[in-house]
C-alpha cells in the first residue's frame, strides 16, 4: 500500500470532517461519544467486522461512552488511501449509532 501523494492529502483530508492530524505520526485521529457504553461496543463491533473485511484495522480506545480512533497505515509508514476508506466507513457508522464527535 502507497502512502497519499501530497495532492491526494490536499484532495482527500479536508474532505474527512472532523478527523484531525496526529503529530508526530503520520495518522488522522477523531472522537466519538454516544448516548452510552452499549452504543460505544455496537459501534466498536460493527466497524471491527468491516476492517476485518478491508484488512485494514483502528488503533482505537473506549472509556465508557467515548471511543477515540487513529488511523494509520502501517505498511504504509503513515497515512494511505485505506486510512481514507476506513475514516468514511467509521463515519457511517458512527452516525447510524447516533455519535457526537469532539
Ligand atoms: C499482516 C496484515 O495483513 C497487515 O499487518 C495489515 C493488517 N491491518 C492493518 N491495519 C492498519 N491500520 N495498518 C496496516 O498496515 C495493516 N496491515
Redesign the pocket.
Known amino acids: 500500500?502507497l502512502p497519499l501523494s501530497a495532492a491526494q492529502r490536499a484532495e482527500l483530508l479536508p474532505t474527512l470532517a472532523g478527523w484531525a492530524p496526529c503529530p508526530p505520526r503520520d495518522a488522522v485521529r477523531k472522537v466519538f461519544e454516544f448516548e452510552d457504553f452499549g452504543a460505544a461496543w455496537s459501534f466498536m463491533s460493527r466497524v471491527a467486522l468491516a476492517a476485518e473485511r478491508m484488512?485494514?484495522?483502528?488503533?482505537w480506545a473506549n472509556v465508557w461512552n467515548r471511543v477515540e480512533v487513529v488511523?494509520?497505515?502501517?505498511?504504509?509508514g503513515g497515512l494511505s488511501m485505506?486510512?481514507i476508506e476506513l475514516a468514511r466507513c467509521i463515519d457511517r457508522h458512527a452516525a447510524q449509532a447516533g455519535a457526537r464527535h469532539h
Request: hydrophobic letters at 30%; proline letters at 7%.
Open positions: 500500500m484488512n485494514h484495522h483502528p488503533e488511523l494509520t497505515t502501517h505498511d504504509a485505506l486510512d
